[in-house]
């Protein structure tokens, strides 16, 4: 899931960081899924490549507007979409991945289960890209321009274009009877895809789906006190160093010259303007990391080493006992920036958007309400969300304000429990304990048929990587348990296609 206000963010900002530093420069950044997947290291001046993938590149033309019948709810956009068939024959299963936030060739680049399992199914795999990201914008560069055009950026419009394209590339196929499988991760959407559109998808793997995260279904400090529990359970000196930190920085603006010698302990390739440019660097640095704290190397938002949360807080607790408090975090938070050792300067403002993540702001401050606030347990500053003083900023930004209970409204989760084990079923909320995000998602089965998989050593939808020959056991046990679910699903399927002839 994102960001707002001073949004800085990426992803949910990015994944991305999906910044949103609401109303004031004083007030916490607030991460939220579409996580922010920004990249604020200065490559070489230029923005990341595209990752290589095996996956064909098409566009379908999809409608602007699937709920009204005006005239120009008729007007065509070019919605990008990734198929690999190299095991696929006809009438085998298709998996779906249900785009998010961002370029859909970088999660494709990083969702190597659905390689790995496609030989097994011979199934046919197809990433949708989600629209108003990417490629697939709606009204090219002007999209964001303005609240009108935004407009028809939201997860109904998604969902429908995910079934029209869906239906459409079946029957394009001549194999109309293919099972669909959607797959995501974050705010992928597949479980509300499956509950809304179960006549398209016979089930859905939903990994790392914070479904629960809005309204007060869950604690608002849930996300920030696992981040925080993160570092803790990795070194309880390593969670006090960063906790004292954020004081040390407050200091600075106290000290003639601090900013510019703020600028230089970290490497700031120009000087920064505000201590909240620092503060929000550290931010990005201590979620992602304890987001993608995988068992092995990654590559997802950042370079990263296997278990990066052991390593900061290495980093922290063998730094020399007279160095300040920010000095060791700043050590610690360049292993997220600066893994490669190829960077010679930070750029700690005005970040590119590597990955096509700006329309999370909007989602966030329309329909994507997830309030969130620090508790004085964290190792972050303690922090109130005030709904009033995000509803203002987004008026200010936008000239709309949220609609904090659409979500709940449109798609359940109050007493989801009671609700769902008497309406839904083929569902799999697969979680990691070590992802913030976890706390507000599904942990326990619901049915028979709607289950959760929970892994203690989890992060963020670490099941959708590719496997690697260091995965530890609980790896891929996991992905063993939601094989053989996807499997029975899928062959329940074809049994009943069967016995209807």
């Known amino acids: 899931m994102a960001s707002f206000s001073s949004s800085s963010i990426v992803l949910l900002l990015l994944l991305l960081l999906l910044f949103f530093t609401i ?99 011979r199934a046919l795999l197809v990433f949708i890209e989600h629209r108003y990201y990417g490629e697939s914008k709606p009204f090219g560069k002007d999209s964001y321009k303005s609240a009108k055009k935004l407009g028809y950026l939201n997860s109904q419009q998604a969902l429908a274009d995910f079934a029209l394209l869906i239906r459409s590339l079946k029957h394009n196929l001549s194999s109309d009877s293919s099972p669909v499988v959607v797959f995501g991760g974050s705010y992928g959407g597949t479980a509300w895809f499956r509950l809304k559109y179960p006549h398209i998808a016979i089930g859905a793997l939903a990994s790392s789906a914070p479904i629960l995260q809005f309204d007060d279904i869950t604690p608002w400090s849930s996300f920030y006190d696992a981040v925080s529990q993160d570092f803790k359970d990795a070194s309880l000196n390593c969670y006090e160093v960063i906790k004292g930190s954020w004081a040390e920085l407050e200091d600075i603006p106290r000290y003639k010259q601090g900013l510019a010698e703020l600028s230089r302990n970290f490497r700031a390739c120009k000087e920064v303007r505000s201590i909240y440019s620092a503060r929000d660097w550290l931010w990005e640095a201590f979620v992602y990391v304890a987001m993608t704290n995988y068992p092995t190397e990654s590559n997802f938002i950042k370079p990263l080493p296997a278990h990066p949360v052991k390593q900061m807080c290495k980093i922290i607790d063998e730094s020399s006992p007279e160095a300040t408090k920010l000095s060791r975090v700043f050590e610690a938070a360049s292993l997220y920036y600066n893994y490669s050792s190829s960077e010679k300067c930070f750029e700690l403002e005005n970040e590119n958007d590597d990955h096509g993540l700006h329309g999370w702001n909007w989602q966030a401050c329309t329909e994507m309400v997830m309030p969130m606030s620090i508790s004085n347990e964290s190792m972050f500053p303690p922090y109130q969300f005030s709904y009033k003083d995000f509803s203002d900023d987004c008026l200010k930004n936008y000239g709309v ?62 099941d959708l990587r590719r496997a690697t020959r260091k995965d530890p056991d609980w790896l891929i046990e996991q992905r063993k348990e939601e094989i053989e679910i996807i499997q029975k699903w899928i062959s329940d399927y074809y049994i009943d296609i069967k016995t209807s002839y």
Do not use: C, M
Not at 80 to 89: A, C, E, M, S, V
Not at 405 to 429: A, D, Y
Not at 437 to 458: C, M, Q, Y
């Open 23 to 121: 109303a004031t420069e004083a007030l916490p950044t607030t991460y939220f899924p579409g996580i922010n997947y920004q990249s604020a290291l200065r490559k070489n001046g230029s923005i990341n490549p595209k990752p290589e993938i095996p996956y064909e590149t098409h566009y379908f033309p999809q409608n602007l507007d699937h709920f009204t019948f005006l005239p120009q709810s008729y007007r065509i956009f070019n919605q990008k979409y990734l198929i690999n068939r190299d095991f696929w024959q006809k009438g085998a299963p298709i998996f779906v991945y249900t785009g998010n936030e961002g370029d859909i060739d970088w999660f494709a680049a990083n969702t190597g289960f659905l390689l790995d399992v496609a030989p097994r199914f």
């Open 401 to 462: 304000r949220p609609r904090p209970h659409w979500i709940t409204t449109e798609f359940g989760g109050t007493n989801i429990e009671q609700v769902l084990k008497r309406f839904g079923s083929n569902i799999i909320f697969s979680n990691g304990l070590q992802d913030p995000w976890s706390r507000g998602s599904v942990l326990k089965n619901i049915s028979t048929s709607i289950v959760s998989l929970v892994a203690e050593k989890g992060a963020h939808h670490t």
